[in-house]
């Protein structure tokens, strides 16, 4: 009987905060595959290879494959079908393989379209929770992300300027995905509200490049790269 297919979940970009069944299912993989993407300057980069690296994982037994980061989900997509195509190839011949997902393999994860694909064909397949962006950069920021009967709406980067006020003003709390997909409808609206606390967070969870702040002038400034996210809380 084949052995399935398990996504583990990294987490947010620190390597401590992936579970230790993800490490151990990593450990005992024969092969990992993990997405990679290759910048404009034709340079190779994989933040899931990384955490890899840092968790002690052999290179020897790690597949980089290329997601292309493009408004064309077309590109995407074709990208998938071909790594699904590698992956029930090395299914078939009994190898006990892991697939590395950042974040949470269930929390808006475009890796569902590799998933939805191996169970179409019969191929068992298995995720391993992680800790999701939002519940790291809670931890950053030191808030209490909700509390008693409080709402919470996670917002995956589309919304029109009076939705998100409207949502503001009644009093959710809001966690904003892919910030730079509503940058200009998220400025808009700290305009509006001056006095409304932001948590905004850049690449929480990788050195170096981590950055956090409530200073409304700074967000204004700044540029919302793909991986940031807000929090707003009442």
Do not use: W
Not at 14 to 38: M, N
Not at 96 to 105: F, K, L, N, S
Not at 106 to 112: E, K, L
Not at 180 to 194: A, D, F, G, N, Y
């Amino acid at each position: 009987m084949f052995n399935p297919v398990v996504f583990v979940s990294l987490g947010p970009g620190e390597a401590d905060l992936i579970t230790i069944k993800g490490l151990k299912h990593l450990q005992s993989a024969q092969l990992i595959y993990c997405p990679a993407t290759t910048l404009p300057n034709n340079k190779v980069t994989s933040r899931g290879s990384a955490i890899l690296s840092e968790l002690g994982i052999e290179a020897s037994k790690i597949d980089l494959f290329q997601v292309p980061m493009s408004k064309n989900r077309e590109l995407a997509l074709q990208a998938y079908r071909e790594i699904t195509h590698r992956i029930i190839q090395k299914h078939q011949e009994g190898l006990r393989i892991a697939v590395t997902v950042e974040g949470d393999a269930g929390f808006y994860s475009s890796v569902h379209y590799i998933m939805d694909e191996l169970r179409e064909r019969h191929i068992p397949v298995s995720q391993i929770a992680g800790i999701p962006a939002f519940i790291a950069c809670e931890a950053t920021a030191g808030i209490h992300l909700v509390k008693q009967e409080e709402q919470l709406q996670v917002i995956p980067g589309v919304i029109a300027f009076e939705s998100l006020l409207k949502e503001i003003r009644e009093g959710k709390v809001l966690v904003i995905m892919k910030t730079s997909q509503c940058e200009t409808v998220i400025k808009q609206v700290m305009r509006e509200l001056p006095d409304h606390t932001f948590h905004y967070f850049e690449n929480v969870g990788v050195k170096e490049k981590e950055f956090y702040t409530t200073d409304h002038r700074q967000i204004l400034e700044r540029a919302f790269p793909y991986f940031s996210l807000l929090i707003i809380r009442p």
